[in-house]
């Protein structure tokens, strides 16, 4: 689990963590949840981000240890990870091509 | 108590049954994660990266054929169609879905099979030579006394809440095949003067971000002594060792801090009073478990045209050359398999792979398989009349690989492509070093080697126990790797150091390459292997070559 992070203006972060009954990484956006790290929401205000957190802790029932995660803005505007654990995490290990990410990225190139 | 052998057992679906009721009861709300965590984890059930990871545990390392299938089908049914041999002789799948766990439970308990205490502040899998009950040096077979301390130690209800976790590790020869060095207790199997049986026995040993070398705290114990001894020392640690800070809770930091005459005191008071209390019990199992691993009615005839075929075929001169080691029984050998084929990931298991070596087993080797710490593995018991038919089957499923103890033979943890507390990736680096070895074919001139990997500090890898150590390190947000030379697990157990700055993952090969260089070129002979020329040397010229703009 990385360090607690607050989200600024320059240094935006998304909410992920773990699908409880499957394991693999979520993201969150308005409150739902997406295996999709391109749909992640963006989050640059530190007491929105608290709200939100707050948000995913009480989806106990869905998710396990949400929490906050750097992110930058692509160019795009999608988020995009800042740390390499991040980026393993929504690609899947490099060894096989076929992490729930990898499918994911597999059929929407 | 359970019965050890492959097959259904009540007790272990017992088991399996509370934990689905755990999972319901997860899924509905009526626990909390933190409640679950634990009940989870003493099931073996972790969450990794990208999804839940199941440890089962292969106990001593030693499956049956039926007991393979199922791991096959685990890995087929409910996993991505393969598993990963672990450094303390489990079985890790890597996909599982919570909701389907307590089916592959069900269907492990099918076959006697298990991933209690897998997981926790608990004793955890026993483990052992992959060669024992076959090695022509073993003293005795450990793999009466592993079960005896695994049918001990499971459920074992004072040893539950350990300040930390708790490792065993037995070896049946005085070459030490088990690492014991590196346990929380280590066991030799030793005689002494007067021909009784006992242990030579060792406490403090462990990896971690404190790697430490174990002691012996006593020199001969009687192997009837066993159970009430090991008792007296997880006693001892369970009341000294300290539950402040879980860095300092091993039994390592126990000895270290308050001295091996003061725990050996501690130990000794309490080995009095728990000897008192054994019955005699645990003894008469003993000598029921010393008939279940009675060795196989080994037969007795030529080796065929074992020599004929080794002379006339070059690849099977050398798997032969590599991958056997001496048998106690005449016209045998044990096999290595090796799990580190070209572009493998060390320790990969497919399903068809499992398959195939249960149907080896049960054709070529008495029924008998091996899972061994260094990720490969074993068949114990083969008769050198059949070891080119063997060579075939393995050859055509791409297991054939002559590598054992080869600087291909690379152990590595799963590292971050998988582990949720990794730092950086393993799996990369060690195909990376595989491959560049193996295209400049310098892997037979090389000779034996020791390389193991591990993407953090935890030391699943024991890269602290390598020859070369590589320990994968987050520096500032970018993966780096940090160097060790002198390690060894086995002959002179020894940390291995660390001789300067850790290296960025596109820089390891050529630094691994310039120390390999450097050994090439100091050896006395080609008999002089890496380990024994930087004993001979130290550290000065091979960091010498690691370093060349600071030579």
């Known amino acids: 689990m990385s360090k607690p992070f607050t989200p600024t203006p320059a240094r935006p972060a998304v909410i992920t963590a773990n699908d409880l009954r499957m394991g693999h990484c979520v993201w969150m956006r308005d409150g739902a949840w997406t295996a999709d790290p391109r749909e992640a929401e963006i989050f640059e205000d530190e007491a929105i981000a608290d709200l939100a957190m707050l948000d995913a802790l009480s989806q106990a029932n869905l998710v396990v240890d949400p929490y906050l995660a750097e992110a930058r803005r692509g160019e795009d505007g999608r988020p995009e990870p ?21 499918e994911f990225e597999a059929s929407n190139v | 108590m359970f019965d050890v052998r492959p097959q259904h057992n009540e007790y272990l679906r017992h088991r399996s049954a509370q934990f689905r009721q755990q999972v319901e009861r997860r899924l509905n709300g009526s626990l909390t994660e933190a409640e679950f965590k634990p009940l989870r984890l ?26 393979m299938r199922v791991l096959a089908l685990l890995a087929q049914k409910w996993d991505k169609g393969y598993g990963h041999w672990t450094t303390r002789q489990n079985i890790q799948f890597n996909w599982p879905k919570l909701v389907d766990i307590p089916d592959m439970l069900d269907a492990l308990a099918d076959v006697g099979m298990h991933a209690i205490q897998t997981s926790g502040n608990t004793i955890r899998n026993v483990t052992t030579d992959a060669y024992a009950g076959a090695a022509a040096d073993e003293v005795a077979d450990p793999r009466p006394y592993a079960e005896l301390l695994r049918q001990w130690s499971t459920d074992h209800a004072e040893f ?38 006992g242990f030579q026995v060792w406490i403090g040993g462990g990896l971690g971000r404190t790697p430490l070398i174990g002691q012996v705290v006593r020199d ?39 001295g091996l005459d003061v725990m050996r005191e501690e130990i000794e008071a309490e080995f009095v009073n728990r000897r008192a209390v054994f019955t005699g019990v645990d003894q008469e199992l003993l000598a029921e478990l010393r008939n279940l691993y009675a060795a196989p009615a080994f037969r007795n005839e030529e080796d065929g045209d074992y020599e004929a075929k080794r002379a006339a075929n070059a690849a099977f001169r050398s798997f032969t050359d590599t991958n056997l080691s001496a048998h106690k029984a005449p016209g045998y050998v044990s096999v290595k398999v090796s799990f580190k084929a070209p572009g493998q990931t060390p320790g990969d298991a497919s399903a068809e792979q499992m398959n195939l070596l249960a149907d080896l087993a049960e054709r070529f080797g008495h029924h008998d398989l091996r899972v061994s710490h ?22 055509a499923a791409g297991l054939a690989t002559a590598n054992a103890g080869l600087i291909s033979d690379i152990v590595a943890c799963p590292g971050m492509d998988y582990c949720a507390l990794a730092t950086a990736r393993s799996i990369p680096i060690a195909e990376e070093i595989a491959a560049h070895f193996r295209a400049r074919d310098l892997e037979s001139d090389i000779g034996k080697i020791d390389i193991r990997i591990s993407g953090c500090i935890n030391a699943c890898g024991h890269h602290h126990l390598g020859h070369i150590g590589i ?18 697990g086995y002959d002179i157990p020894a940390v291995g150091q660390k001789p300067g700055a850790g290296f960025p993952a596109e820089e390891v090969v050529g630094a691994i390459d310039r120390i390999i260089n450097a050994y090439l070129e100091l050896r006395e002979d080609e008999e002089e292997r890496f380990i024994d020329a930087y004993r001979r040397l130290g550290m000065a010229p091979f960091k010498a070559a690691l370093y060349p703009a600071n030579a």
């Open chain 2, 160 to 197: 539950q809440f350990l300040p930390r976790k708790f490792k065993i590790a037995i070896s049946g020869a005085e070459k030490d095949r088990a690492v014991i060095s590196a346990h929380d207790i280590g066991l030799r199997l030793l005689r002494n003067a007067q021909g009784e049986l």
């Open chain 2, 220 to 258: 001969f114990l009687p192997e009837a002594d066993l159970l009430p001894y090991v008792e007296a020392i997880i006693a001892a640690y369970n009341l000294a060792g300290r539950r402040d800070n879980k860095y300092k809770a091993r039994i390592k930091i126990t000895v270290a801090e308050r």
């Open chain 2, 42 to 67: 003493m099931n073996g059930v972790y969450l990794q990266l990208h999804a839940y990871m199941l440890r089962v545990a292969i106990p001593y390392g030693t499956i049956s054929p039926d007991q």
């Open chain 2, 471 to 488: 320990l994968g390190l987050d520096r500032a947000g970018v993966e780096n790797y940090q160097i060790t030379l002198g390690g060894d």
């Open chain 2, 374 to 395: 260094d990720q490969n593995v074993v068949l114990p018991h083969i008769h050198k009349s059949d070891l080119f038919a063997l060579y075939e089957e393995l050859r």
């Open chain 1, 82 to 102: 800042t740390h390499f654990r991040e980026a393993f995490r929504r690609r899947g290990p490099s060894n096989y091509f076929h992490g729930k990410q990898a």
